[in-house]
């Protein structure tokens, strides 16, 4: 069965700073996507970045990156240039292949931008 | 806008009662998931319908129940509800292809009094 774990409930960052959320995942398949999506408290689930798990390079969204080590299964999010409206909860998603394409999340960290 | 339509945006309702979510998916998409969104349970996957048909199913309650339709919306069915079924209750869709981001729509919160 797939876990994914986001060990830290809160983060906070500086305007303009750099922060980096953590996230750790458990799977058996050789063969699966990763996701960060971002609620902000309008409640809606964006899609930030997709990550494909037999792909080595990071991906990147603009100010968005990953930091995938898939021998640890650690699937961290590097936001740069942090601005207010980054402020949101972060939920980290795995997908395997098998059938269906249902993610699974964590838990999530929620991620406060200061001025 | 994700392209995904939920409705009604906010539900009350009674303990032992009985409700429909509506959710039409983004054009184009064949796919359509339900998951419910708690404070404590996070999102929890419930079922998932391809082209009118059952894919997967999650956690999902026997008193909860779903179907796709031949235009593709999908309609949750929430029976005899209890306090503890109070939640977000989102709709997503995709193409239904492996590795397809989902795309979520807006949501229902459901208050159950």
């Known amino acids: 069965a797939q876990t994914v774990t986001q060990s830290q409930p809160e983060m906070s960052v500086q305007e303009a700073e750099t922060v980096t959320l953590s996230c750790t995942y458990d799977t058996s398949e050789s063969d699966y996507y990763l996701f960060w999506y971002k609620q902000p408290p309008s409640r809606q689930m964006i899609l930030v970045i997709r990550q494909e798990a037999y792909k080595q390079q990071n991906a990147t969204e603009n100010r968005f990156s990953v930091n995938f080590q898939k021998a640890a299964k650690s699937f961290s999010l590097k936001i740069s240039d942090s601005q207010l409206g980054d402020a949101a909860m972060y939920f980290c998603?795995?997908?395997?292949?098998?059938?269906?394409?249902?993610?699974?999340f964590g838990k999530g960290t929620k991620l406060t931008v200061n001025p | 806008d994700s392209g995904v339509t939920q409705t009604p945006k906010h539900l009350i309702t009674a303990t032992g009662q009985r409700v429909t979510l509506r959710c039409s998916p983004r054009s184009g998409d064949l796919s359509v998931y339900w998951y419910q969104q708690s404070l404590d349970q996070g999102l929890q996957f419930l079922i998932q319908y391809y082209n009118g048909e059952e894919r997967a199913k999650g956690n999902i309650l026997e008193r909860f129940s779903a179907q796709q339709f031949p235009d593709l919306h999908s309609e949750l069915n929430l029976s005899s509800l209890e306090l503890g079924d109070s939640a977000l209750y989102f709709c997503?869709?995709?193409?239904?292809?492996?590795?397809?981001?989902?795309?979520f729509g807006n949501g229902t919160r459901l208050t159950v009094t």
């Open positions: 997503a869709s995709s193409k239904g292809r492996w590795g397809s981001p989902l795309h």
């Open positions: 998603a795995s997908v395997t292949q098998g059938g269906s394409e249902k993610l699974v």
